[in-house]
């Protein structure tokens, strides 16, 4: 069997989508390792969301947001600390206010080296991307729980949500366009993704992941934009909550069940 070669993960700004009035989205293309990337607007500053993996994909977004912006101050957020989210961001510095939650900010600081590390093994194109990044960027501005950022006209809410995908992650809310960017909280046309990857990570949970789930579905948004995968609507919000709500029960019938655990291994083949 020929050995699988990791796409390379790079960002392209081409036919990017306008969701909203001064607000629009530079879309993944289904690439792996690339997220979907936000550019909101607002009278005074522009607000960027996930910065691409590594230098060179984060010079195309800062300058697409610059000639986008036209002289408004820019802002940079990132939903977490995984390289294809947050590993650009050392690009915006002297250009981009960089604002993250506490959460955040620490996983940066403590898990970004080892994720770096392990990242540059998973291939040369996702090495090649990470070239000239010594260590993730520090924020500088570091907020708790919530975060209300006034571009003018337009306010953006960045709120922490807890321990799930990863234990700093946030979600963006564009509240007067009815706008939620999720990160990898939610993903389309694919299973969510557990990064379980002792020594470097083991802050996953599934159980607190429903929960955000739940609240997030309840919350509602006309239009979620996933971490990877197609901008949908409110019933990508519902159908995540579904299916980790599904793992859970089937996991925990197996988990409380005589079977043995070769058994359940065998049954995931």
């Known amino acids: 069997m020929a050995e699988y070669t990791m796409p390379d993960p790079v960002v392209r700004v081409t036919d990017v989508q306008e969701l909203a009035r001064d607000l629009v989205v ?21 607000l960027v969301v996930e910065t691409g993996m590594g230098p060179g994909n984060a010079e195309k ?4 947001a610059a000639g986008y912006a036209k002289g408004r101050r820019l802002f940079l957020t990132t939903t977490h600390f995984h390289p294809e989210h947050a590993f650009g961001a050392q690009t915006f510095a002297g250009e981009a206010t960089f604002l993250v939650n506490q959460a955040q900010a620490e996983d940066l600081k403590v898990k970004g080296p080892g994720y770096l590390d392990m990242f540059r093994g998973l ?43 990863s234990r700093g992650d946030q979600v963006v809310r564009v509240p007067d366009a009815d706008v939620l960017f999720t990160g990898d ?3 389309a046309g694919q299973f969510a993704i557990f990064p379980w990857f002792p020594p470097y990570d083991t802050d996953v949970s599934g159980t607190r992941w429903l929960s955000v789930m739940q609240r997030l579905a309840a919350e509602g ?14 019933r990508l919000l519902a159908d ?18 005589a079977v043995s655990e070769q058994t359940i291994v065998d049954e995931r083949r």
């Open 185 to 187: 909280l939610a993903e």
């Open 26 to 46: 530079i879309p993944n293309r289904q690439v792996q390792l690339v997220p979907n990337i936000g550019i909101i607007g607002g009278r005074d500053s522009v």
């Open 61 to 64: 977004v800062l300058e697409f």
């Open 123 to 165: 291939g040369e194109p996702v090495a090649r991307q990470l070239e000239g990044v010594v260590a993730p960027a520090q924020p500088d501005v570091v907020y708790d729980r919530s975060y209300d950022l006034d571009l003018g006209g337009r306010v953006v809410q960045l709120r922490a949500t807890g321990r799930a995908h």
């Open 221 to 234: 948004a006309g239009v979620v934009v996933p971490g990877h995968g197609e901008v949908g609507g409110p």
């Open 240 to 257: 995540v909550r579904d299916y980790l709500r599904l793992l859970r029960d089937e996991t925990w019938i197996r988990r409380d069940s």
